[in-house]
Structures are given as structure tokens and as C-alpha cells.
């Protein structure tokens, strides 16, 4: 289904957008193949969509974030990097289960284009743009109980001070993948949810080349949306034996042992040439409100 984007996993559930459109949006288990088809919610002539998906403990509700960037009629917007800022935005959220969306006004934050990288602690996170006159990108969280953005706080010093990185979650610790020279990565992870000291930098990783990139493969007509953006190589998880699993240009996974500081690439029977890869985990779950049964 190369049309249709991953928002978010949760609780064996996926997300999943149409790309072609931003029109459609489906809740699937891929365990058990049954999807449904999501409410319509308001749609812009000309716009930017940074999507969630996530479960809050609190209410024992799923919901779906959408924040729409957009320019309606003769509202402002203006290009920073060679790519369009749009000044007008509205945050829009569905709690499964309703009929419609809602709306909760603008959006405080000038976001990253791409979907939630973080659900921890009940909230959805993103790395924010970098600002004219503040390269430096902030962490920004989205409470599904509260419906509020809030800023996590970072540590005063030390490589979360750069602009370039990417959140994930190991060990369900909101963690930060940061860029460094010549292809290296450090790995940030903030032990104790929402407390700036407790952030470490837990991991170093050297730069690799894994056999696969050394070959040319032929990129197939796709706009991967929320692909790698430039990036080498994106931190996925931490698997149970310690390793970090890691994704390489789309084409390539593998994985780095911490205590033996080395590679290894998982070659996969059936793998295309060309993938995005999604952390979830599999289970028989399904939504049981009425309306979706």
C-alpha cells in the first residue's frame, strides 16, 4: 500500500493516512486485518498536516492529532530554507469513538513535517523548527488527557543543544538520536519522564556503511512523506538483548551491540529495495465503543 502513510502504532493498533489525498484515515490490525475508516475532518485548498496517534491511560481514550499548517485566501506565509512556513495552523484531534473532530484553535509551535516520533507518558512528542534567530529546536509534547502542548525541557548543555536530531522511545524512556561529525549519533534518554536532570547521554554510535548502501538500487516514484529527509540513519528501539536497532536511508536495517561497539546488518528474506519502518507491536486489540463495532 504504498499510498498510505503510518501515523502512529499503538497498543496493536496502526494508524494509517492516505498520502496521495490527506483525506482518508484508517485505524487497522494488521494481526487480525480488521481496519476501519475514520471520520472526515476539515480540509484546506493549500496545506501542511503533522499527524498522532496515541492511547491515554488517564481517560482510557485513543485519539488522532491533526495539526494542519495552512494558507487560506490571502493569510501570510513566507519560506525559510528553501521551504514554505505557513502562518495560520489549527490543531483538530478525534477521540475514537465520536462522530466528529474537534477543534482547539491555533497551534503555539512551528512543528517538524512529520508525524509523532515519541508516545510516551501519555503524550505525543515532535522536535520543533528551528527559529530565525534560534537554530536551537525544542522538544514539544501534546497531552492526550489535557489536550495541551507543553515544552520538555532539555539539559543546559551538551549535543541536545543542536538542531539537528530526532526523538524515539527505548525502553519506553523518551530518548533523542542527535547528529554529530562525520556520521556519528549520540543518544540522549531522559530516565525519569519530564525531569531535565535526568537526561543522559547513554550512547555513542560511530558512523557505519552498511553492505547494502554500497549498492546501487534504483529509487522508485514514491514522495516518501515522512521518510529519512536527508537523515543517514534513524534510530527505531532498543531490543531486549541491549542492541539499538537502526534504519539506514530506507533500504537498510541494523543493528549496533552498545558493549561490543559493533554492526551487524539484518538481511531479511523478502525486503524491497525501498521501505519505511514502523515499531509496533502486535496483538488482538480492537476499539470496543459502539459506533465502531
Given at each position: 500500500m504504498p499510498e498510505f502513510d503510518v501515523v502512529g502504532s499503538c497498543n496493536g493498533l496502526l494508524c494509517l493516512s492516505d498520502s496521495l489525498f490527506n483525506e482518508a484515515l484508517y485505524l487497522f490490525n494488521p494481526?487480525?486485518?480488521?481496519?476501519?475508516?475514520?471520520?472526515?475532518?476539515?480540509?484546506?485548498?493549500?496545506?501542511?498536516?503533522?499527524?498522532?496517534?496515541?492511547?491515554?491511560?488517564?481517560?482510557?481514550?485513543?485519539?488522532?492529532?491533526?495539526?494542519?499548517?495552512?494558507?487560506?485566501?490571502?493569510?501570510?506565509?513566507?519560506?525559510?530554507?528553501?521551504?514554505?512556513?505557513?502562518?495560520?495552523?489549527?490543531?483538530?484531534?478525534?477521540?475514537?469513538?465520536?462522530?466528529?473532530?474537534?477543534?482547539?484553535?491555533?497551534?503555539?509551535?512551528?512543528?517538524?513535517?512529520?508525524?509523532?516520533?515519541?508516545?510516551?507518558?501519555?503524550?505525543l512528542h515532535w522536535a520543533s523548527r528551528p527559529?530565525?534567530?534560534?537554530?536551537?529546536?525544542?522538544?514539544?509534547?501534546?497531552?492526550?488527557?489535557?489536550?495541551?502542548?507543553?515544552?520538555?525541557?532539555?539539559?543546559?548543555?551538551?549535543?541536545?543543544?543542536?538542531?539537528?536530531?530526532?526523538?524515539?522511545?527505548?525502553?519506553?524512556?523518551?530518548?533523542a538520536a542527535v547528529y554529530c561529525n562525520y556520521g556519528r549519533l549520540e543518544i540522549w534518554v531522559m530516565k525519569e519522564y519530564n525531569v531535565k536532570e535526568?537526561?543522559?547521554?547513554?550512547?555513542?554510535?560511530?558512523?557505519?556503511?552498511?553492505?547494502?548502501?554500497?549498492?546501487?538500487?534504483?529509487?522508485?516514484?514514491?514522495?516518501?512523506?515522512?521518510?529519512?529527509?536527508?537523515r543517514v540513519v534513524r534510530v527505531l528501539c532498543q531490543l531486549k538483548n541491549g542492541e539499538i536497532l537502526l534504519e539506514y536511508k530506507n533500504r537498510v536495517l541494523a543493528c549496533y551491540d552498545p558493549k561490543q561497539g559493533k554492526f551487524r546488518d539484518l538481511v531479511l528474506q523478502g525486503t524491497p529495495n525501498w521501505f519505511q519502518t514502523v515499531v509496533h507491536v502486535g496483538s488482538l486489540n480492537w476499539i470496543d465503543t459502539p459506533s465502531y463495532i
Amino acid at each position: 500500500m504504498p499510498e498510505f502513510d503510518v501515523v502512529g502504532s499503538c497498543n496493536g493498533l496502526l494508524c494509517l493516512s492516505d498520502s496521495l489525498f490527506n483525506e482518508a484515515l484508517y485505524l487497522f490490525n494488521p494481526f487480525t486485518t480488521s481496519y476501519v475508516e475514520l471520520p472526515k475532518s476539515i480540509q484546506y485548498p493549500d496545506q501542511e498536516v503533522v499527524f498522532g496517534f496515541g492511547f491515554s491511560e488517564r481517560t482510557k481514550e485513543y485519539k488522532v492529532v491533526k495539526i494542519v499548517y495552512y494558507r487560506n485566501g490571502h493569510s501570510s506565509s513566507y519560506k525559510l530554507s528553501r521551504r514554505m512556513i505557513y502562518t495560520q495552523s489549527e490543531v483538530q484531534i478525534l477521540t475514537l469513538g465520536s462522530s466528529s473532530w474537534r477543534s482547539l484553535g491555533k497551534v503555539p509551535h512551528q512543528l517538524v513535517r512529520r508525524h509523532s516520533e515519541a508516545l510516551v507518558n501519555g503524550r505525543l512528542h515532535w522536535a520543533s523548527r528551528p527559529r530565525r534567530f534560534n537554530p536551537a529546536r525544542r522538544i514539544i509534547s501534546f497531552d492526550l488527557a489535557d489536550e495541551r502542548f507543553l515544552e520538555v525541557e532539555k539539559p543546559d548543555c551538551g549535543g541536545l543543544s543542536r538542531c539537528n536530531y530526532h526523538l524515539a522511545v527505548l525502553r519506553g524512556c523518551l530518548s533523542a538520536a542527535v547528529y554529530c561529525n562525520y556520521g556519528r549519533l549520540e543518544i540522549w534518554v531522559m530516565k525519569e519522564y519530564n525531569v531535565k536532570e535526568s537526561w543522559v547521554k547513554e550512547f555513542n554510535i560511530g558512523s557505519y556503511m552498511p553492505k547494502g548502501l554500497k549498492q546501487h538500487v534504483e529509487q522508485p516514484f514514491k514522495n516518501w512523506k515522512n521518510g529519512s529527509n536527508g537523515r543517514v540513519v534513524r534510530v527505531l528501539c532498543q531490543l531486549k538483548n541491549g542492541e539499538i536497532l537502526l534504519e539506514y536511508k530506507n533500504r537498510v536495517l541494523a543493528c549496533y551491540d552498545p558493549k561490543q561497539g559493533k554492526f551487524r546488518d539484518l538481511v531479511l528474506q523478502g525486503t524491497p529495495n525501498w521501505f519505511q519502518t514502523v515499531v509496533h507491536v502486535g496483538s488482538l486489540n480492537w476499539i470496543d465503543t459502539p459506533s465502531y463495532i
